[in-house]
């Protein structure tokens, strides 16, 4: 019999969640959103089997439910369905990215047949909506589950069951220390994200040129900003005590940096970045292990129409799986690099040989 899952909540998470899931035969998808046009949506392109108007009825019978609503709408659906008879045992997850709000939910919960299992897959984009969704967003990312207080470890293991379908890789943290060092490295870099690109939007009221100068650089560290204002502003408040903390050292890292560039402390300085890029350079470990590994090549291109598709087509030619591509700093008129990732270094050494004997001048990061 196939398990009957409920995704409440079908934007940009929800929705990959749900088309993840369909892809197993072992699933019947159900889905709901208060958005009318996202439900209709996710059913005319198969991301469910069906759509249903009223939650309670639809999460009687199921398996498995997972809450794809922003943090605060989440803690109230819980709630909700804390007074819900179930036919029989239910497992219950969600994806907010912070999590003890949600866990102190569910920890309060008084009703023996909910399993609460919290989840997040580390993988998103700076879209919103039904639209961006992607079942295949989560193949090879970080997915952590952290089972609430009283619920059992089976739970946690069907949980996992399901969620091979998505092929992330699934690790299990507690709330907080899953906030805390989500905070570091996904919130935190959001906020100031916004901040970079509020000083550039100030400046630009007396420097016309800026934002013809905002290259690479700029776009690569501020690309998050372009991410859903209200999803974020969410996010920060039910991390409101760990960012707080994260601003008063950011803005102590700051005052020693003004220090080092006043007193002309050129080595501290060198040191400083030199540690910086050591632990960022580290980040992507070319291992083959638990995660997986990506070798990258560099190659100039001319911005001219087809010039992406003739790169593709040689490596395609030789049967060369393309991972990622990236276009850095493309101006028009001039060249502009791809940076492209294949995931052997076997590919990667053929990659570079083919597009060397078609004339590209390229790179190959070790
Ligand atoms: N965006 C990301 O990159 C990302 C990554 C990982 C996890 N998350 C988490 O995923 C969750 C959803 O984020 P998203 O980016 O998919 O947001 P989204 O805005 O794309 O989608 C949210 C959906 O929930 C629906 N909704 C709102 N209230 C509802 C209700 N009461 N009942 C049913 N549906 C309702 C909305 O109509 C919308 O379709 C958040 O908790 C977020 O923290 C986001
Ligand atoms: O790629 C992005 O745009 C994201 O912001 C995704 C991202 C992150 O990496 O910080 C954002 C929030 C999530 O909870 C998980 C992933």
Known sequence: ???????????????????????????????????????????????IHESCSDITEAAKNADFIFLGTHITETVEILKKLEQITFDHDVIVSDVSSVK?????TANAIN???????????????????????????????????????????????KLEEVLTVTKSHIIQLKANEHDEMTGVVSHFPHLIASALVQQ??????????????????????????????????????????????????????????????????????????QQAKDYRDGLDVK???????YYDLYVDIRDQTGAIATVANLLAGENINITNIRILEIREGITGALRLSVSTKD???QSYDILKQNGYDLVLEE
Request: aromatic fraction near 8%.
């Open 1 to 47: 019999m196939r398990r009957r899952i409920l995704v409440i909540g079908l934007g940009l998470i929800g929705g990959s969640l749900a088309k993840s899931l369909r892809e197993s035969e072992d699933n019947y998808i159900t889905g709901f959103d208060i958005n009318h046009k996202s439900l209709a949506f996710a059913e005319m392109n198969e991301i």
């Open 100 to 104: 003890q709000a949600i866990h102190d």
């Open 111 to 157: 009703n023996q047949q909910i399993q609460f299992v919290g989840g997040h897959p580390m993988a998103g984009s700076h879209k919103k909506g039904i639209t961006a969704a992607k079942g295949h967003l989560f193949e090879n990312a970080i997915y952590v589950l952290s089972p609430s207080a009283n619920c059992l470890d089976s739970a946690a293991d």
């Open 200 to 273: 550039a939007k100030k400046w630009s009221e007396t420097h016309a040129y800026i934002p013809k100068l905002a290259a690479g650089g700029f776009r690569d560290v501020t690309r998050i900003a372009s991410s859903n204002p209200e999803l974020w502003q969410d996010i920060f408040y039910h991390n409101k005590q760990k960012m707080v903390k994260m601003i008063d050292d950011w803005t102590s890292e700051m005052v020693e940096l003004k220090e080092m560039l006043e007193e002309n402390h050129k080595a501290d300085l060198t040191a400083y970045l």
């Open 287 to 293: 291992e083959k292990g638990a995660f997986p590994a």
């Open 347 to 349: 590919e990667q050494l």
